[in-house]
């Protein structure tokens, strides 16, 4: 996890929050702990340090208030692997659906990748140094017994040395004028056994060993290929660069990293809230949970990577909870998420907020998009209120989705203008509360419209 990330105060945490995040407030102080609390864990004694567990959550609100961009934007903020799954995609014993255990085994291979790109950029610069050389000896084989060469670039004879050729080359190659030349690379693919494949449908468990030991013995075939300069040089930078890390290392830290600072983010909690006694679809749901329990309460799950213990992965759960409460939850789970935080419905106000606010606001990204068109698009403050009172209407009348409602009313508002942008180069839009009315009155008022447009 990053040292910035670990130590940043709560304080400072909500305010990088509410730099993307509006509103919520409770939300944003329960994760800004949560998240310092691990900073706090680490600084412990080693005798004490493993005591600590971290703090689980458990989000409630209807859909689209923010919850599960509250614990991507956190684990962001903490560069931490950061998964997201629902509840409701696992069965008992993972018959006909996945096990809760392969939510660990996704979080690990994302923490692997993590840290693979951190190591991948370090010697990135030493990666492509040594594939220069490499497509250089490509374009100009070291041959210097041989006037001619078939496959070079260039012809080598007593008067031009090798050296000073391969040097007008590396010129040439810098300045990109060899870029369009073909060059033919040999490259080695192994063989993908039919256990990956299967895998791939659910069955981890079945070729979880089996697929790596295969991994081993496989023969590696080797293709040659013709392929641009361009391309040759950035599959040859990879290539060094793969050379260049030590996968053990990335290994271990990727492991440690994933048992550290992992986040699940477990969306759909309620849909698996059943008691004894259910009947029919209903009948899994305990099962699922008392799954999940022993993950949420620190135990140590095998991944192709090795033993991945979850006693300091941060679990936070979230659910509308409409119909299932938090009690209904088998009280061993209940007792795992010590923190519950109710997150509320989202007001005109904050619909406002939303579209002007955030680093990443929705009325700014329309203008960026289109200006990339050379169309200047500006939004009259009062239709940014239209815009925001429709989205209520439409979302107390028909579903409420929440934020998510101003994407497709942003969408089908600036329908026409998207499609035209192209033909519009230098021309500047001004979108007022006439054109919203315009545009998106009569959608609203019919109900049975709405409810398939908007």
Do not use: C
Not at 286 to 311: C, F, N
Not at 338 to 344: A, F, G, K, T, Y
Not at 405 to 424: G, I, N, Q
Request: hydrophobic content about 40%.
């Amino acid at each position: 996890m990053s040292a910035d990330g670990l130590a940043l105060t709560p304080v400072q945490i909500v305010a990088e929050l509410d730099r993307y995040i509006v509103g919520q407030e409770r939300a944003k102080r329960a994760v800004a702990v949560a998240l310092r609390n691990r900073w706090r864990r680490q600084n412990l004694p080693a005798e004490l340090r493993d005591e600590v567990a971290p703090k689980n959550i458990i989000m409630i609100g209807p859909t689209g208030v923010g919850k599960t961009e509250v614990a991507r934007r956190l684990a962001k903020l903490a560069q931490a692997p950061f998964l997201k799954v629902e509840a409701s995609k696992y069965t008992e014993i993972g018959y006909v659906g996945r096990d809760v255990e392969s939510m660990i085994r996704d979080l690990t291979e994302l923490s692997v990748t993590m840290v693979k790109a951190e190591m991948t950029a370090r010697v990135q610069e030493k990666a492509e140094q040594l594939a220069e050389e490499r497509l250089l000896e490509l374009l100009l084989p070291r041959r210097p017994q041989e006037p001619f060469s078939s496959g070079s670039l260039e012809q080598v004879t007593p008067d031009a040395p090798w050296e000073a050729t391969k040097e007008k080359l590396r010129a040439q190659l810098r300045a990109g004028r060899l870029d369009e030349r073909s060059v033919e690379l040999e490259t080695q693919q192994q063989a993908t056994p039919m256990i990956e494949v299967l895998s791939g449908q659910g069955l981890e468990e079945m070729g979880l060993n089996l697929r790596d030991m295969l991994s081993n013995v496989l023969p590696t075939r080797t293709r040659r290929r013709r392929v641009r300069v361009a391309e040759a040089r950035r599959l040859l930078a990879q290539e060094e660069a793969q050379k260049l890390i030590d996968m053990d290392e990335v290994v271990a830290q990727a492991v440690r990293r994933a048992e550290d600072s992992g986040i699940v983010f477990l969306d759909e909690l309620d849909k698996i809230a059943g008691r004894e006694g259910a009947h029919g679809p209903d009948v899994s749901r305990e099962g699922v949970q008392r799954d999940l329990l022993p993950i949420v309460e620190g135990s140590a799950v095998h991944t192709k990577y090795g033993i991945v213990r979850t006693d300091h992965i941060l679990f936070i759960a979230a659910g509308a909870f409409h119909v299932a409460k938090p009690a209904d939850l088998i009280p061993e789970l209940q007792g795992r998420f010590p923190i519950r935080v109710e997150l509320d419905p989202l007001t005109r106000e904050d619909f406002v907020r939303i579209l002007t606010e955030p680093q990443n606001a929705l009325i700014t990204q329309y203008v960026e998009l289109l200006k990339t068109e050379r169309v200047a698009l500006r939004f009259a403050p009062e239709a940014i209120d239209a815009i925001a009172e429709i989205a209520m209407k439409v979302n107390a009348s028909t579903e409420n989705i929440g934020a998510r409602r101003l994407y497709t009313v942003m969408e089908k508002l600036l329908e026409e203008v998207s499609f035209d942008a192209p033909d519009m180069p230098g021309k500047e839009l001004v979108i007022d509360a006439g054109y919203v009315e315009a545009r998106l009155a009569e959608i609203t008022r019919d109900q049975d419209l709405s409810r398939y447009i908007l």
